[in-house]
């Protein structure tokens, strides 16, 4: 979990360190204070667990044992296309740990982590509510139903090359504009 | 005041006050219990092994959950009861690496013991086996933690916390995952870890071991 704090991160942690002071030094205020650092920076680096725990007096492992107790609590940064594969009743019966597991080996990162390039993170959910397309993907908001393995590597090959259309564009762009 | 039960139809005095099971482990009758400190005031009753029977009380109940009364009947090897202990002992048996050659804890070791008393083999066969990656948590300065053999009783954590007022110790994430963490070293020092050791001592199993070289 310990990826290197973006310049932006950084700014924002310091902002969450004053809005810390706004909360009363209670331990019953923990789980408050999580959620509202993760509402900042969008999850929980070890540094943010750090502030947390000397605000609150307690110890930094105590901090961890609740954080990860709790399914909305990420330790890793969203990467810039959040992947969430489907492991509900329906997905789960057509095999969606198989489908899970091919994104994880194709992007060699475990699920629940995001990869170094913070372009795509890899997530687990319970049911978004499409059985009937089981087993499902979601990849940045766009459900793809009826996956396959065969279908992985093609659909991020194809986020990639969409990346780099995107970049040359830009790139062709911008001499005019300056 | 002094309160007389009877326990499997032997008669047993204790104080007032005591839990179920701490008057019947003082009085030599044995019940498994894993997770069970003494003046713990919440008891955890997390291991699921201390059950008995309690006449006026339908099912099972821990032991250490239950205050004594006066002129309770209780009985501790029911049919019931021992279908309930060797079921959690197979489960907990089903995610521990039941490597005891290699265990520091070999034969001294509290599943060992409730695994004879119960005449439950250590390799059951019915559960699928569950295991952990990690074998060996060296990441404390002065602990090591193994997660497969650590039975999650919780002891370790309590003892921390009552003696240092903070635990260094904490259970972190949940189900099969869960895990016993130090998480993070930087104020290990000042809790003195060097020379304490409670939480080794407190293991029931061989989940914790002081690092050879402190």
């Known amino acids: 979990m310990n990826q290197e704090l973006t310049e932006e991160e950084k700014d924002t942690l310091k902002h969450v360190a004053i809005k810390l002071e706004t909360f009363e030094k209670h331990r019953g205020n923990l789980i408050p204070i999580l959620q509202m650092v993760q509402n900042n920076l969008s999850y929980l680096p070890s540094e943010a667990l750090k502030i947390v725990a000397q605000h609150l007096g307690i110890l930094e492992s105590e901090v961890y044992g609740v954080a990860t107790f709790y399914n909305q609590f990420r330790f890793h940064p969203p990467g810039k296309y959040p992947i969430k594969v489907c492991l509900g009743t329906a997905c789960h019966v057509r095999a969606g740990d198989i489908i899970l597991e091919n994104f994880e080996r194709k992007l060699e990162i475990p699920e629940g982590q995001t990869t170094p390039d913070r372009k795509f993170s890899i997530e687990r959910v319970a049911c978004v509510g499409c059985c009937a397309l089981a087993p499902v993907a979601i990849i940045d908001e766009t459900v793809h139903g009826h996956m396959a393995p065969s279908k992985v590597e093609g659909l991020i090959l194809r986020i990639k090359l969409q990346e780099e259309m995107e970049e040359r564009e830009n790139k062709q762009h911008e001499p005019g504009q300056s | ?214």
């Open chain 2, 1 to 214: 005041m002094m309160l007389k039960l009877l326990v499997d139809n032997q008669e047993i005095e204790t104080r007032e006050g005591k839990t179920l099971l701490q008057a019947c482990l003082d009085n030599q009758i044995y019940i498994p219990n894993l997770c069970y400190l003494e003046n713990v005031e919440r008891p955890s009753a997390s291991c699921r092994m201390c059950f008995v029977e309690i006449e006026g009380i339908k099912q099972p109940v821990p032991s250490c959950t239950v205050q004594v009364r006066d002129e309770m009947v209780v009985k501790t090897d029911t049919p019931g009861v021992r279908q309930l202990q060797r079921t959690a002992l197979r489960l907990l048996l089903s995610v521990h690496d039941v490597d005891c050659k290699n265990c520091h804890a070999n034969k001294n070791c509290e599943l060992q013991n409730i695994a004879k008393f119960l005449k439950v083999g250590l390799k059951p066969k019915r559960l699928e086996r569950y295991l952990k990656e990690t074998q060996i948590d060296e990441t404390h300065p002065f602990l090591n933690h193994y997660p497969n053999r650590c039975v999650l009783c919780g002891k370790c954590v309590h003892i921390c916390r009552g003696k240092h007022g903070q635990s260094v110790l904490t259970f972190a994430k949940r189900g099969f995952d869960t895990v016993i963490s130090t998480y993070s070293v930087t104020d290990v020092s000042s809790l003195a870890c060097s020379d304490c050791g409670s939480c080794v001592k407190a293991c029931p199993v061989g989940a914790l071991a002081l690092k050879e070289s402190s």
